[in-house]
């Protein structure tokens, strides 16, 4: 199974997911995330097939989040603006986040990793 991985290499939680994967001997494709942003589209996707609400997709821990008052701002906004929003900024977006084109974990939490890629 191919497994996608977006990443920003800088990100304490990001190298613990990889180390994670790298320790099961499971090969991931990582993709910076601020270099190579998902799109509109693929963020779409991948929301649909979480299952989580949109807010889980965003980095409320981020510097950019808290400059552009996200917090305040995200309960207005359209599905389609937030997505826009997302898409325009890898920063904004929370990380890891890894699929195989079927399942999507947004974050790294091992017993939900172990649940969902042993």
């Given amino acids: ?4 991985f977006y990443e920003y290499p800088k990100c304490g939680t990001c190298r613990k997911a990889k180390k994670w994967f790298a320790d099961k001997g499971i090969e991931v494709n990582a993709i ?4 190579q942003p ?5 963020l779409q996707d991948l929301l649909e097939k979480s299952g989580l609400e949109l807010k889980k997709f965003f980095n409320t821990s981020g510097q950019k989040y808290r400059e552009l008052g996200l ?4 309960k207005d906004m359209s599905e389609e ?3 826009t929003l997302l898409a325009s900024d890898g920063m904004l977006i929370k990380r890891p986040i890894t ?15 172990e649940e969902t890629w042993s």
């Avoid at 199974?1 to 996608?4: L, S």
């Avoid at 910076?32 to 270099?35: A, G, K, L, P």
């Avoid at 699929?99 to 990793?113: L, M, N, P, S, Y």
Wanted: glycine share 6%; proline share 3%; charged share 35%.
């Fill in 81 to 83: 603006e937030a997505l």
């Fill in 32 to 35: 910076h995330i601020v270099e």
């Fill in 38 to 42: 998902p799109t509109k589209e693929e």
């Fill in 1 to 4: 199974m191919a497994i996608t």
């Fill in 71 to 74: 917090k305040d701002k995200l």
């Fill in 99 to 113: 699929t195989d084109g079927t399942k999507v974990t947004v974050g790294f939490k091992e017993e939900q990793f």
